[in-house]
């Protein structure tokens, strides 16, 4: 069965995020780990907590998402937003991890003029501050569309950095469809060969999420911008062809698109739909 789920805010709590993912017909959700634009979060109650169990369990949610804020560049030179993003990771693994939530993912960064190398070796540090050997949560790399001085472009990046932490086996990657191709990687023509990439650089076995978004921006424009399913560069055939790909099943699919709770209804229905019309053929 297909684990499919969207990004949800939690301004009314965890307990009530997860039912309005029931009443959505989900069965998955991405959260924010803290606030996305700044450094604050929620302590929730016990009895908050509970509920939320209660509700991921009689439910059968699949595996859930945190999503650090953006405000965390673990690339950069600046100390001060260094330290703070040191901060971040390593108190909400633990926090996100406490709540029995299965994955978190990040940004790698973004190296602000300083170059990738350089980046790549501060995220490193910041991860072997914040990975533990208690953890259950698995940290997903994010692939990124290749903005401003973005890293994580390349799936060469993502290893690179994997390779580097003291820890690997904690890190995982979140395939985002619209940053791959607003990179470069052609999955509209070529998604066999751009999954064969992935596996001979870092392994498919490490792909533990899809973002599955459509993108307003023209392949290898290097431009973040998330359109609906089937209405932007990318086209409804080829996204469904992700779903169905055999080395992409059973991983858990959040939708990153512009709607509100309702129209992520709609559009959750629309691929289960056409899901479901392709494997009647
Ligand atoms: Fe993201
Ligand atoms: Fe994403
Ligand atoms: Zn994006």
């Known amino acids: 069965m297909l684990t499919i789920g969207t990004h949800m805010s939690i301004a009314g709590g965890i307990a009530k995020t997860a039912k309005n ?13 803290r606030n996305p634009r700044g450094s604050n979060y929620k302590n929730y109650s016990q009895e908050e907590i509970d509920t939320f169990q209660n509700i991921r369990q009689s439910h059968q949610f699949g595996a859930l998402l945190a999503h650090a804020p953006y405000t965390m560049n673990l690339a950069s030179a600046n100390e001060k937003t260094y330290e ?3 901060m971040v990771i390593r108190e909400d693994i633990v926090r996100m991890d406490a709540l029995g939530i299965e994955n978190m993912v990040f940004h790698p960064g973004s190296h602000t003029g300083i ?3 350089a980046g790549i070796s501060n995220i490193i540090r910041g991860l072997d501050q914040a990975l533990t050997e208690e953890q259950n949560i698995t940290v997903l790399l994010e692939t990124m569309s290749g903005k401003g001085t973005e890293i994580g472009v ?9 390779d580097g932490v003291r820890r690997p086996e904690k890190l995982g990657v979140c395939l985002d469809t619209c940053h791959i191709f607003a990179a470069g990687y052609d999955i509209v023509h070529d998604l066999d060969g751009v999954l064969e990439e992935f596996d ?3 392994g498919l076995e490490l792909l533990r999420a899809i973002h599955l978004n459509d993108s ?3 392949f290898g424009s290097r431009k973040d911008r998330h ?7 990318i086209g409804l055939e080829p996204l469904l062809r992700v779903l169905m790909h055999p080395a992409l099943r059973g991983l858990p699919v959040y939708l990153e698109t512009p709607f509100d709770d309702a129209g992520h209804k709609k559009e959750i229905a629309m691929i289960r739909e056409e899901l479901w019309k392709k494997e009647q053929n």
């Not at 993912?21 to 780990?33: G, H, L, R, Y």
């Not at 390349?154 to 994997?162: D, S």
């Not at 359109?227 to 560069?233: H, L, N, Q, R, S």
């Open 21 to 33: 993912v029931v009443e959505m017909e989900a069965n998955t959700m991405q959260i924010f780990s």
């Open 154 to 162: 390349t799936f060469e990046e993502l290893k690179a950095i994997r």
């Open 115 to 117: 170059g990738a190398e």
């Open 227 to 233: 359109a609906p399913i089937g209405e932007g560069e």
């Open 84 to 86: 703070f993003a040191c």
């Open 216 to 218: 307003m921006m023209p």
């Open 200 to 202: 001979r650089v870092l």
